[in-house]
């Protein structure tokens, strides 16, 4: 979630800390600082809110030096105050860090023992404390750090930034991702490339355990052993214009905007080009699996929900989704002939790496479905499946979700065949319309003025309610979390047969019920339940076809006419009128949508 960056450079770190921060922005954060120093001395500024407020602190205030760290936090202990806010600095030590310190209060209270107090409500300051402490029992910075980590029980990514030695960063990782990049007689630190693109683009990830000693003229790694660790160095390609809006007024419009370019990358990559045949990793093979164990989070979940529709009725494969955060806590028995699937934006989630991991050795393979391939999960799989979503900064997901469903899609229809439920021919027909579906996404996009003034409405409104059946159930359930997410108006989501068993309670003509209904078996169902639900006053948004429109009847409040489509590809194509929706409901509400309050886009805490 937070995001870390340090520099050890031959120009002034300030503005490149501060200018990598801003790259960081996308996961969240409440405060942000940074720490350099300037010949021996170590300083620190720290301001609550954007990154503006430490910009123009820095005018005032500046620091100079070549080498620093800084941070973006978002707040698990202690409220976002400047003096909770990192780097947090103790004596001759300041310390940025992303995770959870589970045990700082017995650390805290064998520091108080040796007459050392704390200061802010902050896990963080801990370790600044105990590192100093060691130096002033003579040890070294590394082996003071060193001696800190060892104590340290949790979830971090840690970069300790020394007073006197203007030549060397300690990094060190457990359960949160951190890179070191490469420059030429530079040497950085970051949460991942993003932060490091404009500085450099060779890097290296570190690996869980790991302990690495930076200077301007080496890198040390160890791993969780202690044993010297040689980490691949990799060449990574982030286009500029990825992290840009591009002319668009937010990330996430450019983000809806892009996902007919992005999924055609994602179906040149999987599907050949007269759409005939997959070109999927060797070694999945579905024949010998009788089960499917899907694990992910928020967005990410919803669409193993949609795929265990697909599974069950092309594959003919019974699929379990856990919510990552309480699977291994109920400790599943795993069946022979389970295949685990996990699918994060991130790779990094922690929750879902955790998953993962209770998974290794019990499931006969896993596969993951990430955005990022040097990712932890993408790593610890038997089988990475790259969704090819390119870079993603609104928090909100949008084309992450699109093509983490289209990856799946593609996933499903292989397994189908495999197992034999699906012929040839009826592949065929499958991958020509997944072929089809950037051109429909592209119509879709027309609706967009609609949903503009439709959106004006929906921002009156205190509840919104999204009903959906079968597969469309688990786009109501995405619908409800985007509008909650960006526009703060509290939204819930059912499956359309379940609304008269307890929520039609919630209707009345204040209540909005938008409706997704492609035309297909389903529908006429669904529509009975919309007749309910305006038979109590209630104004009924439809988005639906052409023929589903015609077929509603009287009473509905409006309607958002989508192309036809396959029903199986339906949920892939419905999510952009639920990504407008609650777009310009946000806009209209004066939000801020590419960071909402109190979220962060990569979760690296439990």
């Not at 355990?209 to 930076?214: E, N, S």
Request: aromatic share 6%; charged share 20%; with cysteine.
């Amino acid at each position: 979630m937070c995001g870390i960056v340090g520099v050890l450079g031959n120009h002034e770190a300030a503005p490149l800390l501060v200018e990598a921060l801003k790259r960081l922005e996308y996961r969240g954060y409440d405060s942000a600082g940074i720490a350099t120093i300037n010949g021996a001395t170590l300083d620190r500024r720290r301001a609550v809110g954007k990154l503006v407020n430490l910009s123009d602190l820095l005018v005032h205030d500046p620091l100079a030096g070549k080498a620093g760290i800084g941070h973006t936090r978002w707040a698990t202990h202690g409220a976002p105050n400047a003096g909770n806010a990192h780097p947090h600095k103790s004596g001759a030590v300041a310390v940025v860090h992303n995770g959870i310190i589970e045990n700082f209060r017995e650390l805290r209270a064998d520091l108080a023992a040796h007459g050392i107090a704390h200061e802010t409500d902050t896990d963080t300051e801990t370790v600044a404390l105990l590192a100093n402490h060691y130096i002033s029992e003579g040890l070294s910075p590394a082996d003071a750090a060193k001696a800190t980590i060892a104590r340290l029980h949790g979830a971090y990514a840690l970069c300790f930034l020394f007073e006197g030695h203007d030549d060397l960063l300690i990094a060190a990782r457990k359960g949160s991702p951190l890179a070191i990049g490469h420059g030429d007689g530079e040497m950085f630190v970051g949460s991942d490339a993003i932060a490091l693109a404009p500085m450099t683009d060779r890097i290296t990830y570190l690996e869980e355990g790991d302990f690495a000693i930076v200077t301007r003229a080496s890198l040390e790694i160890r791993d969780a052993a202690g044993k010297l660790a040689n980490r691949d160095l990799r060449q990574i390609h982030i286009d500029a214009a990825q992290v840009d809006k591009g002319g668009y007024k937010h990330f996430m419009a450019k983000e809806i905007a892009e996902q007919p370019q992005v999924l055609q990358g994602a179906l040149n990559h999987y599907i050949n080009a007269d759409a005939t045949a997959m070109t999927l990793p060797q070694g999945l093979d579905f024949t010998a699996v009788n089960r499917l164990t899907m694990v992910a989070c928020g967005t990410a979940f919803y669409a193993c929900m949609v795929a265990k529709y697909w599974f069950e009725q092309l594959a003919g494969l019974p699929v379990e989704v856990d919510v990552a955060s309480e699977f291994r806590y109920r400790e599943p028995p795993v069946t022979d002939g389970t295949m685990a699937i996990f699918v994060s934006q991130s790779g990094e989630t922690a929750d879902t790496l955790a998953a993962l991991r209770y998974m290794a050795g019990k499931a006969m393979q896993i596969v993951s479905v990430v955005n990022v391939p040097e990712s932890s999960i993408a790593r610890e799989s038997d089988v990475a499946l790259p969704i090819l979503a390119g870079v993603e900064i609104g928090v909100a997901s949008t084309k992450a979700f699109t093509c983490q469903l289209t990856t799946l899609a593609t996933l499903v229809l292989h397994a189908a065949r495999q197992r034999g439920r699906i012929d040839d021919a009826a592949l065929a027909d499958k991958l020509a319309a997944l072929r089809a579906l950037p051109g429909l996404m592209n119509t879709a996009l027309g609706i967009e003025d609609r949903t503009v003034a439709l959106s004006r409405d929906l921002a009156e409104a205190r509840d919104i309610l999204f009903l959906g059946r079968g597969a469309m159930y688990p786009l109501a359930l995405e619908g409800a979390l985007k509008l909650k997410e960006i526009s703060y108006i509290h939204a819930e989501a059912y499956a359309s047969g379940e609304l008269k068993h307890g929520p039609i309670a919630l209707v009345d003509p204040h209540v909005p019920v938008i409706v997704m209904a492609p035309r297909d078996s389903l529908f006429e169902k669904t529509v009975s339940n919309m007749q309910e639900v305006m038979a109590r006053g209630g104004k009924v948004l439809l988005i639906t076809d052409s023929q589903g429109a015609a077929e509603a009847g009287d009473g509905v409040w409006q309607v958002l006419l989508m192309p036809s489509i396959d029903p199986f590809l339906a949920p892939i194509l419905y999510a952009l009128p639920a990504q407008l929706l609650a777009y310009h409901t946000a806009i209209a509400k004066g939000t801020d949508v590419d960071q909402p309050r109190n979220l962060a886009k990569s979760v690296t805490v439990e």
